[in-house]
């Protein structure tokens, strides 16, 4: 018989024992080694049973133990000294308290997280920078209050078919079993937040607790008796369901997270948040509850709007538009309108903030983009590839001006980088980690001390792969008879490279097996092997990716191969540490540029792994040459299996050719000495870019800082700020159509222009309706293309000189011609306000009608 419901039965600790629930019940030991030595303490043999999850470790070690352990005195010093060190660690001031103007709180959402394998609320890329973000944020004290939704199934686990075929496998998850506490009214009866669903309907949630360090971290669960049996399924599975599911999830998530925040806050004490951080457009309804809660606080839409966009960062993820979360319009009409529409937030102004170019469709990311006033990618690269996917947004403006900027992803070193390779760093070089200084001194540390180190992580993963690789086989329904090569799958001492992510198409897992032939050569030659260990799991929708891994399997399960090449399933964190750790070389070949950052190739970096990627997300812009390889990319050749080939006969090669040949290079001490070069200036060049602390860092200054000043200057008395920004917008925005660019003309660069001189300009300006004070006039100039088209044009604001009785006025300007060949200029008007962000916010620009006063010529 199959139970109807299950829940976890916690263990009450003795008294003297009261400080290991403090403990275990912040996840800080996530990344905190001294805590989980502690906790295998209690019974090592049931840490090891329990996947080193120490709620499962209370709920099952056997109460003598405890008693036993309440009076070992050596252990109760050590639980003192970590309980205290945890509360330091809790209140000290950090980095974030030393800055002035800084933001009182972060609100931070995301509809997935990677904290912890003990907590499997995650699927991929995004919820694992949403977990680093959280542990970075404790670390520097970032006053972040982050709101996700608790998952009763969390993600998928993976397993294999005979046929070698994913199959899922959605285990219940009893919060009762997690490190959650249910936030409680005074009274003691649970925290629940309401959202009205159409028809009369509502979705109720309660609040779990995840305490991510100094970081709360709420947790919305729609499994309660107030809903029905569809509204109680809405946080059943992560992913899951289809788009009407997914509405409801985002709706929880974006409405019910702000509704959250206000009742943790009311109940804790905790400051309201200054910012909301919307970490892709899952979460984006958000700005809609705080426009109707300022609404109904007596702000119009468009103040409500200003103030909300003022506080409001936006973080978008995909750099494909089939990434973006997009709705039927009539189903967003149906949630926001008739019987459920809000009487302050008109529907139609909600479907405007979510038009995109199919005007049946509702489209989240762009909703998320016009709600907030900083707008970023997550690395360089494709805050260029976004600001060209939602250049429509800013019509008329250039490409490099779309006001879509990036911060680059980074790592929690703590989480992923191996104990030994932290304990070096901290003996040998204190500052390193914490402090992102001192990296230079990697080159100080011995060849052989590392390269040790290396051999270690090597060897772990290769003994955890053996041992998933059992599990896998007998789950196929291999028998132990069937499985005595597995002792020697793999080498300790072969050259390893890992591969392991999600697997869209774009990402090519098969992209290895272009040529079969070549990679058995590779894999199996006798004086430079290499052996490769892979990871991946499939939307459960995917079938085309669940045909590639098959693909995979296949080919790993020959048995002239199998030794060398694995597929490990249920990529999860724990396989995440293990294989970035243990490998190499670290691959990624995804189709460039659909890689928006990628952060694996960070975490075995910070490990002394040298990555083999595609110039895609972060590592196009920090591969420097030799702290790893770039594989060649064939962006022109517009037949998909031709490039295909192309990229993978330039893959083999530089397996065969550099990365072997370099790693079996031997001196006569048996170091690979030319490896540990390219280790070491690795670690130097990259270890301070790719951490998470220095994300946080660009966040905070570049993004959080801004927006809490923004935020506070519209809310000030009263929201005034607000009220005047919005008539001031709406002003300009009538007025507009009346600006004109009537007369321009240029002087002072004669006949044959030379490099070095500058060129006077005057303009004339109708203004319309508006004031000087309202407009920017700017000069853009620089190189022109063929059609006359200023490339990459420099900008300099002309100077109001004097203005007429008829709305007219003249500015005037001296243009530097700061380089030679093909030059050309123009003048364009755009609005102007110091509470704008950009140039680009109201989307409106007025350019001359008709070139005007072009210079085409030469520049000496």
Known sequence: MRAIRRFTVRTVLPRELAALGELVHNLRWSWHPETTDLFAEVDPRLWEQVGHDPVALLGAVDPARLSELAADRRFLRRLADAADDLREYMTAPRWYQTLPDAAGAIAYFSPEYGIAAALPQYSGGLGILAGDHLKAASDLGVPILAVGLLYRHGYFTQSLSPEGWQLEHYPSLDAGGLPLTLLKEEDGTPVKIRVGLPEGRALHAQLWVAQ??????????????????????????????????????????????????????????????????????????????????????????????????????????????????????EMIERHFGGDNAWPTVPVERILALGAEADPGRFNMAVMGMRLAQRVNGVSELHGEVSREMFKNLWPGFDVDEVPIGSITNGVHAPTWVGREMMELAGRELPLLIERARGWDGIQKISDAEIWEIRRTLRRRLVEGARARLRRSWRDRGASDAELGWIDDALDPDVLTIGFARRVPSYKRLTLMLRDPERLRSLLLDPDKPVQIVIAGKAHPADEGGKKLIQQIVKFADHPDVRHRIVFLPDYDMALGQLMTQGSDVWLNNPLRPLEASGTSGMKSALNGGLNLSIRDGWWDEWYDGTNGWAIPTADGVADPDRRDELEAAALYDLIEHEVSDRFYDRAADGLPRRWMEMVKHTLTSLGPKVLAGRMLRDYVLSLYTPAAKAGRALAADSHAGARSFAAWRLRVSKAWPGVRVEHVEASGVGDTPEVGNVMELRATIALGDLAPDDVLVQAAYGRVGPHDELVHPGYLALTPVDSDDDGRAHYAGVVPLDRTGAFGYTVRVVPHHPLAASPAELGLLTVPEEPVGMTNGTLR
Request: aromatic share 6%; with cysteine.
């Open 212 to 329: 991510v360090g100094r970081v709360p971290l709420l947790l919305l669960d729609s499994d309660v008796a107030d809903n029905d049996s569809a509204a109680r399924d809405v946080t059943d599975r992560l992913y899951g369901g289809g788009t009407d599911h997914r509405l409801m999830q985002e709706l929880l998530l974006g409405v019910g997270g702000v509704r959250a925040i206000r009742a943790y806050c009311r109940i804790t004490g905790h400051p309201d948040p200054e910012v909301f951080h919307t970490n892709e457009g899952h979460a984006g309804f958000l700005g809609l509850e705080r426009i109707r809660e300022l609404t109904e606080a007596r702000l119009s839409f468009d103040e409500a709007l200003e103030a909300v966009r003022a506080g409001t960062v936006f973080t978008t993820h995909t750099p494909v538009p089939a990434g973006i979360d997009r709705f039927p319009i």
